[in-house]
């Protein structure tokens, strides 16, 4: 009869099952944290009605007027997961002011790179049909974060005149109207800095070339075109116009420009020049002084300015408004035909009763 031997199966003893049980537990409890970091850091947080948002954040503010200004207007879902994040990434020290685009469905983690960063996202400035810098200030402060006196008060000072290498005439002629990118924090004196660069990048090349055929100076340039400026409604008339004072400037005949009487008086809205207003004691009285005034008397538009650069050769000497009102100009070689020109204008401004 054979023999078998039974052979015992060992159980681990209670001190190895503890200590397994324990292991177990401790990786459940590991991967439960690491899937709740991953959720605060990763997870999407950023729940908006819309694609993306715009969120300020105004020079000087800290981060629990982030915090607060995240969840009041409804742009993060957990204020807890986004100030734990921030935290770690050590942002609340950190906070940049801006005009920041946030998008839709973005997780904190990308949130706080983009205000850590300070990544903002630009605006368009646009300033045109402006006569002063105080109108400048105006424009550009409806898309920056300084309000129009901070502009205002900075480009008045006389300082900047020579700093820039202008004269206080002749300051208004470094800012040009156009569209230009800029940071929503974007101050006064940046600004500024940035039109003088601007400025000089406008007429660096071809324009530079055709004003020196004109034997004329940047700010004579835009000096003559901010009288095109003011007296043409209609693009396609400034080259003929500024024809005109060409031919009146290389004749040594008085512009006797309108405009400038305006400007000497303080008063754009005047219709009518009288007689009287000619005698007004001014550098600008273009009546009275012949050449050019100090300075220009508007800041005018590109298309201005070009089109005292692409001056039309004619040979008219005067021109003034139709007598249709239809905002153009009825142009004379001779004083003669202009003078009928000019007596059929004013018939037309006394049956409409226009004096002033």
Request: with cysteine; net charge neutral; aromatic share 14%.
């Amino acid at each position: 009869m054979a023999m078998f031997e039974r052979r015992r199966t060992r159980r681990p003893n209670k001190i190895v099952r503890v200590s397994m049980l324990f292991v177990l537990t401790g990786l459940v409890i590991m991967v439960l944290v690491v899937y709740k970091f991953y959720g605060r850091i990763y997870e999407v947080n950023v729940s908006l009605d819309e694609e993306q948002e715009i969120f300020y954040i105004p020079t000087g503010a800290d981060f629990e007027f982030v915090i607060d200004h995240l969840e009041n207007e409804g742009i993060i879902e957990s204020r807890k997961s986004f100030r734990w994040v921030a935290i770690k990434k050590r942002y609340e020290n950190n906070v940049k002011p801006g005009r920041y685009k946030i998008r839709n469905g973005i997780s904190n983690n990308e949130l706080v790179n983009m205000f850590r960063s300070g990544s903002q996202d630009p605006v368009m400035v646009v300033f045109n049909n402006v006569r002063t810098l105080d109108q400048v200030a105006g424009k550009v402060s409806v898309y920056l974060e300084g309000d129009s006196a901070d502009f205002a008060t900075y480009m008045a000072d006389t300082s900047l005149f020579s700093k820039y290498g202008f004269s206080k005439e002749t300051f208004t002629s470094m800012f040009i109207p156009n569209t230009y990118e800029f940071f929503w924090t974007t101050d006064p004196e940046q600004y500024t800095d940035r039109m003088k660069k601007e400025y000089e990048d406008f007429w660096s090349g071809e324009r530079d070339r055709k004003a020196k055929r004109l034997e004329m100076s940047r700010s004579e340039v835009i000096t003559l075109a901010s009288i095109v400026d003011e007296e043409t409604m209609y693009n396609d008339e400034n080259e003929r116009v500024a024809g005109v004072y060409v031919n009146r400037l290389e004749s040594g005949i008085a512009l006797q420009a309108d405009p400038t009487l305006k400007f000497a008086k303080g008063d754009f809205t005047v219709k009518r020049i009288l007689n009287e207003d000619k005698k007004i004691e001014s550098p600008y009285n273009t009546y009275k002084y012949k050449g050019l005034p100090p300075g220009p008397i508007s800041i005018p538009s590109v298309s201005a300015i070009d089109g005292v650069l692409n001056y039309e050769d004619h040979n008219y000497i005067f021109f003034c408004a139709k007598a249709d009102f239809s905002g153009n100009h009825a142009f004379a070689r001779t004083l003669s035909e202009h003078n009928r020109n000019a007596r059929a204008y004013q018939k037309a401004l006394n049956k409409r009763r226009i004096y002033r």
